[in-house]
């Protein structure tokens, strides 16, 4: 299976440019660039260079054995993207498309974020390559995420709380997009999922994809599995995409909330319908209408109605299967995760952990799976004591 | 003939501009709707523009964003929708726009939504997320059905675009004034009247030039058809009239503001 460049922006159905007109310039020139630059060898070379001594890559492969004992099972390696500097696989993308914008000579670069990872590698890209941040944050976000709130600030980024619609991640994409059209000429859009329009999906893959060529690189033989989690799909398709051609099974894992037969979920791919939302056609949670659904998810990074349409091809391909893991089994794997190897992983990540648990147990101690690691959870320690404080029932008490 | 096209026909001849004015359905309830629709008829306006809400509407601004959270929030449906839209059809043969977004329409596919909105007796559709790469089946399914499909074109839009955004376009051509979202401005930028001009010179008097977005004044309707604009459209001054209205009165305000606003179509 070959993907590449989407022709037209599309991959099978999915994805597209569903803008409006007023960013069509901005988009093309955008995509102009960014195929430009995907193949310069001094653009290569200067962000291979901020990869390894600014953000800290390779990240290593670690072999997870006191989890592997205590599941039973195949074994299961971690890809360390929590070891990166600002603790997420974020900064991956971040550092491409600020030197990217910086490159096409805009100054102000724009962004959204959900638990605040996206943001934070934002600030920290732009402080470092000297742009003036802005991040919209859902007003929901900013209380659940406070800290990264300051982080930020911290960073010389402007925090915008955006108080509209369901006030969390697809509102501040919202947003970010009506500043983009307001102050389309001097403002460079830093989008931190593989999702929104063409060329975004393509563009973030792209940045995203080292964490899957070193899995390739590190792992002696390629692994029985892969799991990732997905939420817009950055971690994931990064993961995934160079393991495509290969006999690996690949399972991106989604936020199954309180059950995907409840409304609080946020597993489009699971339990969504194709439609059209931030420029880009792929599965949505929508209701009768075509209204978007409000989510849920105990990770602020995963609570967004729609993914990438790189994922949605993946799964009609059947190339990718596509699972999702409810809060309670992402608590559970959290503390089992923490007590085992001493790795507090995001809630994001746990996600993937727990669907790892499960599926390792059935698997021959022979197999091997690698799990992404896509971030640290010391952004989410608050969230998981109060969760433990209010289901007092959950087995794995402190 | 579409009911639009009609009107720009004897509107030339009269040598007018159009006033279309944009309403959101459901906003604050669907009585109120009415009572709007009956005072923008009142007050002469030529085109009206139905907007149905969506969740995400990301080329509005705070004024628009608002009424569709509420219309939202007060239960308004594609059902509700279609049922004011008979019930106005009832009243009026004006000619009746709507504004909406692109997935509600993918939703039930565009074949069955634009027949469903034909037959309820919608002439046209805007949809401002729909870009010109992406509107093939859009168009060819409203072009089967009779339905106008009305495209924005933006100030920065490049020569060559705009000739293929015109080719698709039917009804009249909106072209949004502003780098920004749907809502009040105070100032008619330069850029805005030059854009119109080029637009009206590309549209080559086949297809009628509308100006829209931070229209909200007498002086601004005056200043955009002084400069050549075949309709001007004014959406969030409406909305904020009936946002600071009570009920019993949206009518004759809607209607008050706008004859003003028509009387300088002239």
Not at chain 2, 36 to 50: K, S
Not at chain 2, 189 to 203: P, R, S, V
């Amino acid at each position: 299976m070959k993907i590449g460049i989407p022709k037209d922006g599309r991959f099978g159905d999915f994805g597209g440019k569903y803008i409006p007109e007023t960013l069509a310039p901005a988009i093309e020139e955008l995509e102009k660039n960014y195929l430009k630059i995907r193949n310069d060898k001094s653009f290569k070379r200067e962000l291979g260079q901020l990869l390894i001594d600014y953000a800290g890559r390779p990240t290593p492969i670690y072999f997870a054995k006191n989890l592997t004992k205590t599941v039973g099972g195949a074994k299961i390696y971690l890809k360390r993207e929590d070891l990166l500097h600002g603790g997420a696989h974020k900064i991956n993308n971040t550092l491409g498309q600020a030197l990217l914008a910086k490159r096409m000579g805009k100054k102000r670069i724009i962004a959204e974020t959900g638990a605040g990872q996206h943001g934070v590698a934002t600030a920290m890209a732009c402080a470092s390559l000297g742009l003036k941040a802005e991040i919209y944050m859902g007003h929901v976000d900013t209380i659940r995420q406070k800290q990264n709130v300051f982080r930020m600030e911290l960073l010389g980024a402007k925090v915008h709380a955006v108080k509209s619609g369901s006030k969390t991640l697809k509102d501040a994409i919202n947003e970010a997009m009506r500043d983009w059209i307001t102050n389309v000429d001097s403002t460079y859009y830093l989008l931190g999922s593989a999702v929104g329009p063409h060329p975004y999906p393509l563009m973030v893959r792209d940045f995203q994809a080292v964490i899957g060529k070193e899995i390739k690189k590190q792992m002696k033989k390629i692994p029985n599995a892969v799991i990732a989690c997905v939420g817009g799909g950055s971690n994931a398709i990064g993961t995934f995409y160079p393991l495509i051609d290969t006999k690996a099974k690949i399972i991106g894992i989604e936020a199954g909330g309180k059950g995907v037969k409840t409304k609080l979920h946020s597993a489009p791919l699971t339990a969504g319908k194709k439609g059209v939302l931030h420029g880009m056609m792929t599965y949505l949670m929508q209701d009768k209408d075509g209204q978007i659904s409000e989510t849920h998810s105990i990770s602020a990074g995963l609570d967004y109605p729609g993914v990438g349409p790189e994922h949605a091809y993946l799964k009609d391909q059947k190339r990718v299967e596509y699972k999702a893991v409810t809060d309670d089994e992402v608590i559970d794997a959290f503390l089992i995760l923490t007590r085992t190897e001493g790795i507090i992983p995001a809630l994001e990540s746990a996600h993937a952990i727990a669907h790892a648990i499960k599926i390792s147990k059935k698997m021959k101690k022979t197999e091997s799976i690698v799990v992404t690691l896509s971030g640290r959870g010391d952004k989410d320690i608050d969230i998981v004591k109060e969760y433990m404080t209010k289901n007092v029932k959950n087995k794995r008490k402190i | 003939m579409s009911r639009i096209k009609e009107k720009f026909n004897q509107l030339r001849t009269k040598k007018e501009s159009a006033l279309i004015s944009y309403i959101m359905a459901g906003y604050p309830s669907e009585k109120s709707t009415l009572a709007a629709v009956r005072g923008l008829i009142q007050g002469g306006t030529d085109i009206i523009e139905l907007g149905f809400p969506f969740s995400d509407p990301i080329a509005d601004g705070p004024t628009i964003q608002k009424a569709s959270t509420e219309s939202l929030n007060s239960g308004t449906k594609i059902d509700n929708f279609f049922s004011i839209v008979k019930k106005i059809r009832k009243e009026s043969e004006i000619p009746l726009v709507l504004m909406t977004y692109t997935n509600i329409l993918y939703n039930q596919t565009y074949q069955k939504f634009i027949s469903r909105a034909k037959q309820a007796g919608i002439d046209g559709l805007i949809l401002p997320d729909m870009a010109i790469e992406e509107s093939k089946e859009y168009v060819k399914a409203a072009k089967k059905i009779g339905m106008d499909t009305i495209f924005l074109v933006s100030p920065n839009t490049e020569k060559d675009r705009l000739k293929q955004i015109i080719k698709s376009t039917s009804g009249f051509l909106y072209m949004v004034a502003v780098f920004g979202t749907t809502g009040v401005q105070t100032k008619i930028h330069k850029y805005t009247i030059d854009a119109l001009k080029n637009t009206k010179n590309a549209a080559k008097g086949k297809i009628p030039v509308g100006v829209g977005f931070g229209i909200s004044t007498e002086k601004d309707v005056q200043k955009y058809v002084s400069s050549g604009a075949d309709a001007v459209i004014v959406g969030s001054a409406n909305i904020k009239i009936i946002e600071n209205t009570p009920a019993n009165k949206v009518q004759t305000r809607i209607a008050t503001f706008t004859k003003k606003l028509k009387s300088k179509t002239r």
